[in-house]
T-cell receptor, first 113, second 111 residues
Framework: DVKVTQSSRYLVKRTGEKVFLECVQD?????MFWYRQDPGLGLRLIYF???????EKGDIPEGYSVSREKKERFSLILESASTNQTSMYLC????????????FGNGTRLTVT | KQEVTQIPAALSVPEGENLVLNCSFT??????LQWFRQDPGKGLTSLLL?????REQTSGRLNASLDKSSGRSTLYIAASQPGDSATYLC??????????FGAGTILRVKS
């Protein structure tokens, strides 16, 4: 079974801090995604990666960057955290083709004060 | 731009009732439609995936249908139980390699 691990369940950071959110998979899947989830807005795609060092912007990439140096790890970086980035962040993996279901981690609840 | 809408936003039913959750999407150029469940403070769990060439999928007490031409899907839950209480999200995998989500339906099943 696909296992997706997000390193932190809860994080509290201050405005202006650089924040790293980590996502690790236990297999060799190529496609990894970062979403944020806000009440009433559903999940919105921030960035995705289809291989090592490859990345594509999603719908809301502003204020974020990503890093994928190894296949199993996909990091989301908030360059200078702001209060409007307070949200639930979800990492997901696509194990096979697009006709396989997405597998999600348990999420990181980030609060920026 | 693809938009996915879920109705109702929230639903409260007594235990044992059969219920239907609705999902609509604006662009029929999709590979598949997926239904997920999310428990409070947790990630999403896949329930059912319907490929664009299929009309429905079933898993236990869950049945999901897809009418691609009209841009609609329904998730039918039979004999609801308190353990079914969660948020249910639908999403469409559109051409262009992106999964677009609805905002979800919050379901509460009362014992």
């Amino acid at each position: 079974d696909v296992k997706v691990t997000q390193s932190s369940r809860y994080l509290v950071k201050r405005t202006g801090e650089k924040v790293f959110l980590e996502c690790v998979q236990d297999m060799d899947h190529e496609n990894m995604f970062w979403y944020r989830q806000d009440p009433g807005l559903g999940l919105r795609l921030i960035y995705f990666s289809y291989d090592v060092k490859m990345k594509e912007k999603g719908d809301i990439p502003e204020g974020y960057s990503v890093s994928r140096e190894k296949k199993e790890r996909f990091s989301l970086i908030l360059e200078s955290a702001s209060t409007n980035q307070t949200s639930m962040y979800l990492c997901a993996i696509l194990p096979d083709t697009y006709n396989s279901p997405l597998h999600f981690g348990n999420g990181t609840r980030l609060t920026v004060t | 731009k693809q938009e996915v809408t879920q109705i109702p936003a929230a639903l409260s039913v007594p235990e044992g009732e059969n219920l239907v959750l609705n999902c609509s999407f604006t662009d029929s150029a999709i590979y598949n439609l997926q239904w997920f469940r999310q428990d409070p403070g947790k990630g999403l769990t896949s329930l059912l995936l319907i490929q664009s060439s299929q009309r429905e999928q079933t898993s236990g007490r869950l049945n999901a249908s897809l009418d691609k031409s009209s841009g609609r899907s329904t998730l039918y839950i039979a004999a609801s139980q308190p353990g079914d209480s969660a948020t249910y999200l639908c999403a469409v995998w559109e051409y262009g390699n992106k999964l677009v989500f609805g905002a979800g339906t919050i379901l509460r099943v009362k014992s």
